[in-house]
Structures are given as C-alpha cells and as structure tokens.
C-alpha cells in the first residue's frame, strides 16, 4: 500500500512539475536584460534589435524595416520558420547556437525558469504593441 501511494505521489509531482504556469510579471523583469537592444508595447520602435510586438507565430527575420538581421535567421523565415514558446526558448538558451550569423551579442539565458518567464511576457504582446 505504501508503495502505491508513493508512486502515485510521484506521478502527480512528475505530472504537475513541469505544468506550472510561467509568470509575464517575473519575465517583464528578466526582459530588463533585452531592454538595451529591443523594445516591446505601444510605440516600440527597432533598436540594435528588432521590436518584438506579436512575434508569437511571426516570421523569423521578418520585419521589413530592420536591417540589422543575419542571413541565417532570414533563410529560416524563407524556408517558414515561425517564432512560437519553444523557438523561443531554443533561441533564448543560446543564440549564436541557434543562430549561428547572428549579430546578437546576448549570450542566452541559462535559466529555463527565466526564459519561460521572458517568453510568457513577450509573447502577451499583439502585432500593434496592445497586450492579449
């Protein structure tokens, strides 16, 4: 009997560990780091980086009027490469790895809680800057 109720113990924490919500309020913080080189809300404007409203299901490389874009990142968006969570987190993990043309200087964040919390956040922005 104590075996039973062990496992299933540990089926509900294996079950709901991974579940837990990310926090857009914690990853506003986390995007403090990005603020530098992009920006995100009513009135973002391209940077070193580009804005980043509505880039959840955007086209990789795909805002016309940035320039700064490495070839890698362009062909991927070509070949209909999207930006969705787990793009996301692959990019944000490392993204001259991802990436290898990339001019981004940002070495990644290594955290898996923080990159869930930063992509919670800005994917909660639409295309025109206005939060979902």
């Given at each position: 009997m104590k075996k039973v109720v062990l496992l299933a113990a540990l089926g509900l924490v294996a079950a709901t560990g991974s579940s837990f919500a990310a926090d857009a309020a914690a990853g506003e913080k986390v995007f403090a780091k990005c603020k530098a080189c992009h920006m995100?809300?009513?009135?973002?404007?391209?940077?070193?980086?580009p804005e980043l409203n509505g880039i959840d299901g955007r086209k990789q490389g795909?805002?016309?009027?940035?320039?700064?874009?490495?070839?890698?990142?362009?062909?991927?968006?070509?070949?209909?490469?999207?930006w969705n969570a787990a793009e996301l987190d692959k990019y944000l993990t490392n993204p001259k790895a991802y990436n290898p043309g990339t001019k981004m200087a940002f070495a990644g964040l290594p955290e898996a809680t923080d990159r869930e919390n930063v992509i919670a956040y800005i994917t909660s922005f639409k295309a025109d800057g206005s939060k979902k």
């Amino acid at each position: 009997m104590k075996k039973v109720v062990l496992l299933a113990a540990l089926g509900l924490v294996a079950a709901t560990g991974s579940s837990f919500a990310a926090d857009a309020a914690a990853g506003e913080k986390v995007f403090a780091k990005c603020k530098a080189c992009h920006m995100i809300g009513e009135g973002a404007k391209n940077r070193v980086g580009p804005e980043l409203n509505g880039i959840d299901g955007r086209k990789q490389g795909s805002i016309e009027d940035f320039k700064g874009y490495g070839t890698d990142l362009k062909a991927m968006g070509e070949k209909g490469g999207t930006w969705n969570a787990a793009e996301l987190d692959k990019y944000l993990t490392n993204p001259k790895a991802y990436n290898p043309g990339t001019k981004m200087a940002f070495a990644g964040l290594p955290e898996a809680t923080d990159r869930e919390n930063v992509i919670a956040y800005i994917t909660s922005f639409k295309a025109d800057g206005s939060k979902k």
